[in-house]
């Protein structure tokens, strides 16, 4: 993949990634290149600044999804999965009926609802469980 710096007739400047340059020489000469801002195909490279000997920062997506790696680890370390008995189990600890403890599984959005009404502390998770019992 390669990225280009483009401008367009009227000035517009804009950024596209395309599968290698004879690729996009392809494109460009089948007028299917055009401008984001006005749609013309008269479009050509623009000026870009190399990046070179700059060290890449892991993007946001990257730490995000490593935030949310280790929060699944943890939660499947220290809490039991319990699928779609959670509302009742949830809502048990809350009332007394049975010992606190960690747990997690599913809900529908309205069980969820329901809870947090009632003031049972739930949270969604920023990932689908596992589908095995422990």
Known sequence: MIRYALKCREGHEFESWFKSASAFDVLLAGGHVTCVSCGTSDVQKALMTPRVGAAVAPSKQDKNSELIANMRRE????????????????????????????????????????????????????????????
């Open 75 to 134: 939660v499947e370390e220290n809490a039991t999965y319990v699928g779609g008995e959670f509302a009742q189990k949830a809502r048990d600890m809350h009332e007394g009926v049975s010992p606190e403890t960690s747990i997690y599984g599913e809900a529908s959005a309205d069980e969820a609802r329901a809870l947090l009404d009632d003031g049972v502390p739930v949270l969604p998770l920023p990932f689908k469980p596992k589908q095995k019992m422990q």
